[in-house]
T-cell receptor, first 116, second 115 residues
Framework: DTAVSQTPKYLVTQMGNDKSIKCEQN?????MYWYKQDSKKFLKIMFS???????INETVPNRFSPKSPDKAHLNLHINSLELGDSAVYFC???????????????FGEGSRLTVL | AQKITQTQPGMFVQEKEAVTLDCTYD???????LFWYKQPSSGEMIFLIY??????QNATEGRYSLNFQKARKSANLVISASQLGDSAMYFC????????????FGIGTKLQVIP
């Protein structure tokens, strides 16, 4: 039973299209994240939600819109895709105990987005 | 602000030898955690080891150990008895204890194990 699952695993699309990536975790964690890994393998945080509330919003174009319908799900919608959006997008989750250390991130398998 | 630096873009090690992957960090916080992740060519991110800033002993997990030198702000990963399956990207990361506990990653080190 996969702890953090993302769909789709691969996504190939044309510039200007809109696409979504879905993420679900069955670990009972409170906090979920989206990370972007570029072609040089650099991992950069994009967003984080804690119990459906947006808590981290890094400098990301507003074409990217995360949505968390409940604490087990975090989706990423991207409008008007550009060539530079091509990357691997990782969903992750962790505990988030107020006042206590949250522990490691549990990652999904990644979703490779290719914009043509 | 928190920052992680990995200065070795690529490393080679002979099979069965030990290898050290360097990581230094920068934070003014006293309470934080340090992690190492492995990313093989298949792409998944695998958690290896964790060290808390207040932990007095260096963390160990099987063949992995973390050489934590707090005064020097370094958290090097030591892999003993390297295996071919250890060939991968290795990322050092840090999480501060306060606030929203964002996890910041270094740029990674590509390790290749030679038979």
């Amino acid at each position: 039973d996969t702890a953090v699952s993302q769909t789709p695993k691969y996504l190939v699309t044309q510039m200007g299209n809109d696409k979504s990536i879905k993420c679900e975790q069955n670990l009972g964690h409170d906090t979920m994240y989206w990370y972007k890994q570029d072609s040089k393998k650099f991992l950069k945080i994009m967003f984080s939600y804690n119990n459906k509330e947006l808590i981290i919003n890094e400098t990301v174009p507003n074409r990217f819109s995360p949505k968390s319908p409940d604490k087990a799900h975090l989706n990423l919608h991207i409008n008007s895709l550009e060539l530079g959006d091509s990357a691997v997008y990782f969903c992750a989750s962790s505990l988030n105990l107020l006042g206590r250390f949250a522990g490691e991130l549990f990652f999904g398998e990644g979703s490779r987005l290719t914009v043509l | 602000a928190q920052k992680i630096t990995q200065t070795q873009p690529g490393m080679f090690v002979q099979e069965k030898e030990a290898v050290t992957l360097d990581c230094t960090y920068d934070t003014s916080d006293q309470s934080y955690g340090l992690f190492w992740y492995k990313q093989p060519s298949s792409g998944e991110m695998i958690f290896l080891i964790y060290q808390g800033s207040y932990d007095e002993q260096n963390a160990t997990e099987g063949r992995y150990s973390l050489n934590f030198q707090k005064a020097r702000k370094s958290a090097n990963l030591v892999i003993s008895a390297s295996q071919l399956g250890d060939s991968a990207m290795y990322f050092c990361a840090m999480r501060l204890s306060g606030g929203y506990q964002k996890v910041t990653f270094g740029i990674g080190t590509k390790l290749q194990v030679i038979p």
